[in-house]
């Protein structure tokens, strides 16, 4: 599929937009990258995982206690993708290019692949959102069916019941299935990634391998294969419906809009598609901000990528003031069990024919 061009008629108010948030930092004499608080919240979260992982493999506490660490570790797996991968990914973890490359290379870490989730995400999701055969954030198929321009099967009515079921297994199928299809066949999705270069390769096998050692075989020579595989897959569950069930809230619920191109042309300009392509969820709990790294405020995220989310909860209140001066609509629901009913309803109607 051939990339589409976005509408220039409501480039104006993109140009408003990043004229007050520019003014905004240039007043307050801060920069849009991360400050202490995110470094604060970066160690914390490090060393939380390390020692959970240290306490799990070599000090193997009793099934009862073993359970629950081995799913505060897939929760904390998740919080450092959220917090400390994604703003470095992004360069906005810091204002040292270095910084954010070692951030973003917690991904492979933790077993995914930084070159890979960067195409994917800040090159083809950002560009394009909700887009169908573009945005490979919305493929689920044939398990989901996202959007009506998606193949309609008979499963799909029970979709909105065994969602969680699919969510689950994101993690695990992305870091040992995903990855590798997008690596041999040079393509996320219908877009070609460019070509890697000797290093980006040697990174992807050396990181993959690191992963496999630090998380299956020496797991398995301290606690056996039997309580290995309990463990990983009870860690990689709950990453996965933690991952999942952030973006879905964000991206695939009854209010956003999944734009189709005209004749090679987006109907909207770029940050227009992005507030009917986006949103927001309980930005007003500071519990659930500080644990996905403000993405939460996801529409903040997508005009802004390059600016940390420790900024989010301020430059928010230009961009409301904004969108109701250029009647533009801000989605956003107040509660995050809200928003998770919308993206049951969302399920349900396109689970019909």
């Not at 630090?214 to 301290?222: K, L, N, Q």
């Not at 990983?232 to 999942?244: D, P, Q, R, T, Y």
């Not at 930005?283 to 600016?307: A, D």
């Not at 230009?318 to 069990?337: F, L, N, S, T, W």
Request: net charge positive; aromatic share 14%; with cysteine.
């Amino acid at each position: 599929m051939a990339l589409p061009k976005f509408s220039n008629v409501h480039a104006g108010f993109h140009a408003e937009l990043k004229s007050r948030i520019n003014n905004y930092f240039s007043t307050a004499g801060i920069a849009p990258t991360g400050d202490a608080r995110l470094y604060f919240k970066a160690f914390i979260l490090t060393v939380a995982f390390i020692a959970v992982y240290v306490h799990l493999v070599f000090f193997t506490p009793s099934v009862w206690f073993a359970i629950p660490e081995c799913l505060i570790l897939g929760g904390l797996t998740a919080a450092i993708g959220f917090n400390v991968m994604h703003d470095g990914a992004h360069g906005s973890f810091s204002k040292y290019t270095w910084l954010n490359k070692m951030a973003g290379l917690s991904l492979n870490i933790l077993g995914a692949n930084v070159f890979m989730w960067t195409t994917k995400h800040n090159v083809i999701h950002h560009a394009y959102t909700n887009v169908d055969g573009i945005d490979d954030d919305i493929e689920a198929r044939p398990f989901l069916r996202l959007c009506k321009t998606q193949e309609h099967r008979a499963m799909h009515k029970y979709q909105h019941k065994y969602y969680l079921l699919a969510y689950s297994l994101l993690y695990i199928y992305w870091i040992f299935f995903t990855d590798y299809r997008k690596y041999f066949s040079g393509k996320i999705g219908s877009v070609p990634i460019k070509k890697m270069s000797l290093n980006e390769h040697i990174s992807f096998w050396g990181f993959k391998m690191l992963h496999l050692v630090i998380f299956v075989a020496i797991p398995v020579y301290m606690v056996g294969w039997a309580s290995w595989a309990i463990g990983f897959v009870s860690l990689g569950v709950f990453a996965g419906i933690i991952l999942s069930i952030v973006f879905q809230l964000a991206h695939t619920i009854e209010e956003t809009s999944f734009p189709e191109p005209v004749d090679g042309k987006m109907p909207d300009d770029w940050a227009v598609h992005q507030l009917k392509t986006t949103a927001n969820f309980a930005t007003g709990n500071k519990v659930i901000s500080w644990l996905v790294g403000g993405l939460n405020y996801q529409i903040e995220h997508h005009l802004f990528p390059k600016i940390s989310h420790v900024h989010y909860p301020e430059i928010s209140k230009i961009i409301r003031d904004a969108c109701r001066e250029y009647g533009v609509q801000y989605i956003e629901h107040p509660k995050m069990r809200v928003a998770l009913v919308s993206h049951v309803n969302h399920l349900r109607i396109l689970g019909k024919p």
